[in-house]
């Protein structure tokens, strides 16, 4: 089987490449387990001193699998909890649970869960190409991996607000205008501008970034585990609902969804 998650290192910098280019890097249950995996391997490796997300292909990540998502109205609530904790939050926690940079070259779509796991990351620089989306309402749900948390810190309560609300899809020049990306370059330059980044962070103090990762952290807030927990059970509530599979009955027939309210 193809590996879904590519691993490199070069000079200090361990690069992971969500790798289902012909889905987008749509992400299945296999495919965040695999990313958290290696998240956490990165975390505990001296050798790796900063780290890069990106995806194969023409998209950084289209967020949840469809054949996935389809299932989710099916699930016990039981089974929901420990695959969006146990796997899907995995990712959040590792990335901002690492005392080490990480950053997001967002290639092009981060949708969904992929638009969560850019959020998450410490930098974000986005080629021209790059577009991002809270797209969850559009299914009749809620982000669930941190995003709900981090997006009011990072771009305003106001513009979190209308991005989670409405479901918009902005396209790079906007998100660098209202501040959820450090930089956006030509799509040529995205591989090396992420890793000149990166590789800049690494050659840096690795004690004293640590400590300034931590700090910055914990000036946001001591509930980042929290509002994962209580999103999880709002996300979870979700799942059961009508809405929610109307939401995916749509995306899959490529048709507006018709939410009922129930």
Known sequence: MTDLVLVEQSEGVRTLTLNRPDALNALTVPAMAALADHL???AADPAARAVVITGA???????????????????PPARIREVVYGTFQRVPRAIRSMDKPVVAAVNGAAVGAGCEIAVAC???IASERGRFGEVWINLGCVPALGGMFLLPRIVGLAKATE?????????AAEALRI????????????????FDLARRLARGPALALAAAKVAL????????????????EQQAACFATRDFAEGVEALAG?????????
């Open 163 to 171: 991005l989670v609300m409405t479901g918009e899809i902005i396209d």
């Open 217 to 232: 952290n914990r000036g946001l807030d001591s509930t980042f585990l929290a509002e994962l927990q209580a999103t999880l």
């Open 179 to 194: 501040g959820l990306v450090n930089r956006v370059v030509a799509p040529q330059d995205l591989p090396r501008a992420a």
């Open 40 to 42: 956490e391997e990165a």
């Open 254 to 262: 490529k048709r507006p969804p018709r939410f009922t309210g129930s």
């Open 122 to 124: 410490d930098f974000r």
């Open 57 to 75: 292909g023409n998209a950084f990540s289209a967020g949840g699998d469809l054949a996935f998502l389809q299932e989710l109205p099916t699930m």
